[in-house]
């Protein structure tokens, strides 16, 4: 059987494309994708870590469920959330891993938890595994026309 190897990307509904960009951006760090006018007509598209996130223009957003992102400096994450005035619910500790999580919404509802495992990843036999981290963006092969690799 054929297993998945990721989450390529999550579609989230929203209802103002440039509100979104700029608080994914601000709150995130998501970054733009310039996919070309083509696909830049029909979503937003950002990266966010090594994955990223697609959207359903609406005029009413209707969320459901949540994502959740895994997050390196934790107290970075909240002095940005304070310094934005975005709203969390209070941080819980994860006692498996010394970590935390909290929750955040977006401008259109969208529930998004932040996780921190300072401990890092194991495999089945405990030994380390580095997360995947291209800082100039992991990107799919794309055919000519439909924007740059980078």
């Known amino acids: 059987m054929s297993r998945v190897t990721l989450i390529q990307h999550i579609n989230i509904p929203i209802s103002d494309r440039d509100r979104t960009r700029q608080w994914y951006e601000q709150v995130l760090g998501a970054e733009f994708l310039d996919r070309g006018p083509e696909l830049n ?3 937003l598209q ?4 090594s994955g990223e996130i697609h959207t359903t223009d609406t005029s009413n957003p209707t969320p459901s469920g949540h994502f959740a992102v895994e997050i390196h400096d934790w107290e ?10 975005v709203p ?20 259109d509802g969208n529930c998004i938890e932040l996780v921190q ?3 890092g990843l194991t495999d089945s ?4 595994v580095a997360l995947v981290h291209d800082p100039h963006s992991l990107t799919w092969a794309r055919l000519p026309g439909y924007g740059s690799a980078t």
Do not use: E, F, W
């Open 41 to 43: 007509a029909r979503q």
């Open 46 to 49: 950002l990266k966010i870590g």
């Open 76 to 85: 970075d994450m909240i002095a940005n959330l304070d310094a934005l005035g």
């Open 88 to 107: 969390y619910t209070p941080p819980t500790m994860r006692a498996y891993s010394g970590g935390h999580s909290t929750y955040i919404r977006d401008p």
């Open 117 to 119: 495992h300072p401990l």
């Open 125 to 128: 036999q405990g030994n380390a």
